[in-house]
């Protein structure tokens, strides 16, 4: 069971969502915060597996709410907490500010019902999800860069095999499969990447690549 906080500011919203998820098998609405602080203490308090985080809250707005509950550390299960971004708004700002403090994922309140419940067990599975038209813009915003710009860091043959399968959503144990190396191996070739990227995590070194144009 897929244990979720429902961070949102708009309580019709919010309500919707929690009904949305409620009717998932495999998910549970563990709590509900109105605002990004709220969000923070009953991510401390009720250690869900994902918080579905708002980005425009009072108080503490999504992004600094999220950079605070993933400085937090392990839930009590030893599993880190993971955020998914449920908005309604996407200026590159917003996008890179959400995946720079550390959420899995950016989807967009217009998105298909299907795709917002499949988003949250994506991300608890561990992977990257990000909407459309995210990924399209973050490819035009790499297209659009000056020039004179920084050459991009070298990626071994191998390490973009295994960015691109990270890039549609695949965990470490189905690219290994794919690629019929060892899950190790999958895990060694993400270090050299997060190196290169300059990243700690999935989703920053998928759409740092689509930034500078790797992907």
């Not at 994902?50 to 992004?63: A, K, T, Y």
């Not at 550390?73 to 908005?87: D, F, S």
């Not at 500010?97 to 949250?120: C, D, F, N, R, T």
């Amino acid at each position: 069971m897929i244990r979720v906080l429902v961070a949102d500011d708009h309580p019709i919203v919010r309500s919707g969502i929690v009904g949305l998820l409620g009717a998932a098998d495999d998910i549970e609405v563990v709590g509900e915060a109105a605002d990004g602080q709220e969000a923070v203490e009953l991510a401390a308090a009720l250690a869900p597996d994902l918080v579905l985080m708002d980005l425009r809250m009072p108080r503490l707005d999504g992004v600094a709410a999220t950079a605070q509950i993933l400085s937090g550390g392990p839930t009590i299960a030893g599993t880190p907490i993971r955020v998914l971004i449920l908005t309604t708004y996407e200026t590159d700002d917003q996008i890179l500010g959400a995946i720079e403090a550390g959420a899995s994922g950016y989807l967009l309140k217009a998105a298909p019902q299907a795709e917002i419940i499949e988003g949250v067990r994506q991300v608890a599975r561990g992977q990257s999800v990000l909407a459309p038209s995210i990924a399209a813009r973050l490819v035009r915003r790499a297209t659009t860069q000056a020039t004179d710009a920084p050459a991009p860091p070298r990626l071994s043959e191998r390490e973009l095999q295994v960015l691109r399968l990270v890039s549609a959503g695949q965990s470490n144990p189905a690219i290994a499969r794919s690629l019929f190396i060892s899950e190790a191996t999958v895990k060694t070739h993400l270090v050299h990447v997060f190196e290169k990227l300059d990243v700690r995590d999935r989703t920053r070194a998928v759409t740092r690549a689509m930034e500078l144009g790797v992907l």
